[in-house]
C-alpha cells in the first residue's frame, strides 16, 4: 500500500496527460466565479458585507470544489496504471573455459603498441573477458617461466584486478612457449567444458623452458585444447626502452617471432595463428578469437507486473467521501 | 416577463385591492394633509345664518340689498411625483412581494388617490440614470398607466443613482409639487440634492426594507451576489458575529437616512416587503402627519 514504490512505472503514460483536466476545471471555475456565473441569491448591497473579518467556514467555502478536483487527479493517476516491474533473468549457458597466456618478458616493453605491447595486450585482453558471459577464464604468465596469475574462474572482478597487477620484470628474462602452454594445458585439463581453448601472446622465440613448444602443442591437441597464438610486434624494428647511466634510451631492436612455430602451434592444436602488428590489429584477433568461440547463452527475462492503482483509487474515494460529507454538513451552500 | 395580459390583470388587481384603501381609509387625510396653495375666490352667494360674517362682500350686499357672501375655494390640483427607483436591489424579497412590487403597489395607492382628490399624477422610473418619465396629468387611464408601467417595465440599468433621478426631476418639475422618492435608498451622494427637492416640493421619502436584510436565517454558507455590481460574495450565515454584522449595518443605514431626511426636511416612511404592512405603515404617516398641521 504505497503510493509511490521504488521503479514505479504507468503502463499507460499518456492518460497523465489527462491531469491538465482537473487544473483545466480549476481555471474554468475560478473564471465562473470571476464572472459571476455562478448560482447564488441576490442580495442588495454586497459590498457592504464585504469588508468584515471572514470567519473559518467562509475561508474554507471552496474546499470542497478543491476536493473534486483533487479526486479527480488522483482517478487520472490510478487510470495511468501505476505499477512496478519484478524483474530478472535466467540465463543459461554452456561456458567455455579460457586460458589467457601472456608474455611478460621485458620485450613486451617494446613501443611499437601503445604505450607498449604489455599495456596494450592488457587493457585488450580486459576487453575481450568483459564481452564474455559465463566462460571460465584463467591468466598465466610466462618469460622464462611460467606461473598461473588467476586460476579458471567466472568472477571476473577478481580476474581483472588481477590482470591489472600484471607487470613485466617480476619474472626472470626469457620466452618460455612451452612450458607457458603446458602451464596453461594444466589448468584446463581438468575442466569438463565442451571447448577449452589457450590464448597466447608473445612476442618472441623460444629460448628457456624444459618443455619443448612441439610437445606441449601436442599435449594440449591430446586434452583438446585448441591454442591460438599471437604474435605481437610490428614488422622490421620496434622502439625499446634501455635504462642505461644517463636514462632511458630509446633503441631499434628488430623484432624476432617465431612465426612457423607459432602456426605450428596452431595448426597441431586446431586453433589458429594471427599477427598482430598494432593495437588496432590485436583488438581485431580478439574480436575475431571472441567470434570464433561463441559459447552458447539462453537469456530469458522476465517481468512480473505488480498493479499500484489500489491506493490512489482508495485516496480518490476517501477524498471524494471528505468532500460529500463536508459539501453536505459543514460547508453547505446555498444556493 | 409578463405578458400584456398579465400585467393588465395585475394591474387591475391593484386597482381594486387600492381601492378600498383609496376610498375609506385615505380618503379624508389625503386630502387634509396636501393641502393646496391658499383659497381662490369661487363665487358669491347669499348670506346663511352662522356664516362668516367677515366674508360679507358689502359692494354686492349694498346693490341687492340684502346680505351676500364671498365663497371661497382651495385652490387644489396639485401634483403629485412619483419618483421610483427600479434598480437591480429593488428585485429582492424573501415575503411574497420584492420591494418592487410593493413600490407599485405603494405607488398605486397614492395614484389612486391623486386622482381621487383632483391631482396631477406623473412617474419617474430611475436607475442609475433616468429610465422613464410621464409628466404629470389627470386622468383615470394615465393613473392606470402609471401602474401598467410599474409592473412591466424592464430597467436598462441595474444601479442606483438618486442624484441623477431627482436632479432631472428638479429640472422639469418647476412648480412647487408632491414628490414621494420610492427606493431602498441603497446609494450615497444624493444628500445636498435631497436638500434641495426638500426645500422645493412637498417631499415624501418612503423607504422599503425586507426582513432578510435585517436577519438572515442560520442556513450555513450562502453565495450572495449583488444584482447591481454582480459582486458575489459567500456568507456565513449561522455565525453569530455575522448576524450581528448584518443587523448592525441595517441599523447603521436606517439611522443614516432618519438623519439625512430630518436635515433635508423630507418626511420618511419605512415600509417592509411584508404583505399589507404597508397600509399601516402609510396611515400612521397620514395620521401623524395632521397632527403636526
Redesign the interface.
Known sequence: MQLFPDGLTFAYPWVLWFLVLPILLGVWYFLRLRKKLNESVHFPSVHTLANRGRTVRERLHFTPALLRLIALMFIIVALARPQTYMSGQNIFSEGIDITVVLDVSTSMLAEDFKPNRLEAAKSLTDEFVQGRVSDRIGLVIFSRDAYTQCPMTTDYVVLRNLLKDIKSGVLEDGTAIGNAIANGVNRLRESKAKSKIIILLTDGVNNAGEVNPVTAAEIASSFGVRVYTIGVGTRGTAPYPMQTAIGVQYQNVPVEIDEPLLKQIAETTGGKYFRATGNKGLEEIYKEIDKLERSKVEVTSYRAKTEHFYPWVLLALFTVLIEFLLSKTYLRKLP | MLSTKEILKKVRQIEIRTRGLVNHLFSGEYHSVFKGRGMAFSEVREYHFGDDIRNIDWNVTARFGSPFIKVFEEERELTVMLVVDVS??Q??GSDLRTKQQIAAEVSAVLAFSALKNNDKTGLLLFTDKVEKFIPPKKSKSHSLRIIRELLSFEPEGKKTNIKAALEYLSKTITRRAIVFVIS?F?DTGYESIIKSIGKKHDCIAISIVDK??VVLPK??????????????????S??P??NR??YE?ALRKENTLKQLFAAANVDHIKITTEKESYIKSLIGFFKGREKRR
Open positions: 437591480g436591489s428585485n429582492f431602498d441603497e432578510r436584510e442556513l450555513g454558507l450562502i453565495s450572495l451576489r449583488d444584482p447591481e455590481t454582480d459582486q458575489e460574495i459567500v456568507v456565513d449561522s455565525n458575529e455575522f454584522f448584518l449595518r
